[in-house]
Antibody, heavy 122, light 107 residues
Framework: QLQLQESGPGLVKPSETLSLTCTVS??????????WGWIRQPPGKGLEWIGS???????HFNPSLKSRVTISVDTSKNQFSLKLSSVTAADTAVYYC??????????????WGKGTTVTVSS | EIVLTQSPGTLSLSPGERATLSCRAS???????LTWYQQKPGQAPRLLIY???SRATGIPDRFSGSGSGTDFTLTISSLEPEDFAVYYC????????FGQGTKLEIK
């Protein structure tokens, strides 16, 4: 059974870079059928897609965050990572990683990690 | 960018009742790119419906999705206690966008 697990610091200082890793188990990140995505949810608010990556390294980003976001993949470790630079308090959120399925013109996130809370504060 | 507007913001119903949740897009969208999720407090979202009307694996048949163009609906035919949660619609065009959510609460 495919599982995703986020990891990384729970506290980041303003203006610094948030770094998270998602470890995929029970399946290969190198599947041609899937992208791998990051989504966040500020406290008490809705969901915001950050971006997604294919195993080859091809990426798609939310334009609102694109200038600050880097997503990378390490197929040898079955992991993909998120870096968000110049963070502010507005970046405080639960960050989820998810499998991004793009099959037969349908697009959806079908397997999610449990999420990790990141707080931006000095 | 397509904006998804969900209504109502909060829906108060009793177990056994029928729930109808709406998702309206700011412009016409392809049905295959419309998705519904359920989220319970402290949990990650759970895929319910993709392609506007296809149930995800393991989703009970009391959940159904319908609609086309700009108007889409998630229907729960007879509410079970575990169905009370927040529901989000999502669209993929050149990026993923989510609606603001509908909270389904026990009356």
């Amino acid at each position: 059974q495919l599982q995703l697990q986020e990891s990384g610091p729970g506290l980041v200082k303003p203006s610094e870079t948030l770094s998270l890793t998602c470890t995929v188990s029970g399946g290969s990140i190198s599947s041609r059928d899937y992208y791998w995505g990051w989504i966040r949810q500020p406290p008490g608010k809705g969901l915001e897609w950050i971006g997604s990556i294919f195993y080859s390294g091809s990426t798609h980003f939310n334009p609102s965050l694109k200038s600050r976001v880097t997503i990378s993949v390490d197929t040898s470790k079955n992991q993909f990572s998120l870096k968000l630079s110049s963070v502010t308090a507005a970046d405080t959120a639960v960050y989820y990683c998810a499998r991004d399925s793009r099959v037969k013109y349908s697009y959806y996130m079908d397997v999610w990690g449990k999420g990790t809370t990141v707080t931006v504060s000095s | 960018e397509i904006v998804l507007t969900q209504s109502p913001g909060t829906l108060s119903l009793s177990p056994g009742e029928r729930a109808t949740l709406s998702c309206r897009a700011s412009q016409r969208v392809t049905s295959s790119q419309l998705t519904w999720y359920q989220q319970k407090p402290g949990q990650a979202p759970r895929l319910l419906i993709y392609g506007a009307s296809s149930r995800a694996t393991g989703i009970p048949d009391r959940f159904s999705g319908s609609g086309s163009g700009t108007d889409f609906t998630l229907t729960i035919s007879s509410l079970e206690p575990e169905d009370f949660a927040v529901y989000y619609c999502q669209h993929y065009g050149t990026l993923y966008t989510f609606g603001q959510g509908t909270k389904l609460e026990i009356k």
